[in-house]
């Protein structure tokens, strides 16, 4: 059975090459660069994987695994970000201390699909 990715990133290059990528190491995977569209069509147990870059519009990446949560406590979910989050004062938020996997962009591919496939083996 083929393992099923959801990667939401609000940069369309990125998801285009990661969606290659990730494709070609042999997932099927669904993209979205708008949170909250991810979000209205996300379904319990329909992936085995959801990859959030940190930064995105509307809704940042901690917040949107906080609601995804609510649907599917089971799902695998790594974060994916070339920087730190802040809140709206200026302050650092941190992860959510359940969530162990962290992709950093710049990221080579082969690399990408090393790490989901590590991931989805845990």
């Given amino acids: 059975m083929t393992n099923r990715i959801l990667l939401v990133d609000n940069e369309d290059d990125n998801n285009i090459v990661f ?5 070609d190491g042999g997932f099927k995977v669904d993209v979205y660069n708008d949170s909250l569209l991810a979000l209205s069509n996300f379904k319990d147990d329909l992936y085995d994987l959801v990859i959030l870059d940190i930064n995105i519009p509307k809704m940042n990446g ?3 695994y906080k609601e995804i949560r609510k649907i599917d406590n089971k799902v695998k979910v790594c974060f ?3 920087s ?4 709206k004062n200026l302050q650092k938020v941190s992860p959510p201390s359940d969530v162990k996997c962290f992709i950093s962009k710049p990221i080579q591919m082969n690399d990408l699909v090393r ?8």
């Fill in 19 to 23: 969606k290659m990528a990730l494709e």
């Fill in 62 to 64: 901690y917040d949107l």
């Fill in 80 to 82: 994916l970000s070339a």
């Fill in 84 to 87: 730190e989050i802040y809140n």
């Fill in 115 to 122: 790490i989901v496939k590590t991931e989805l083996n845990n």
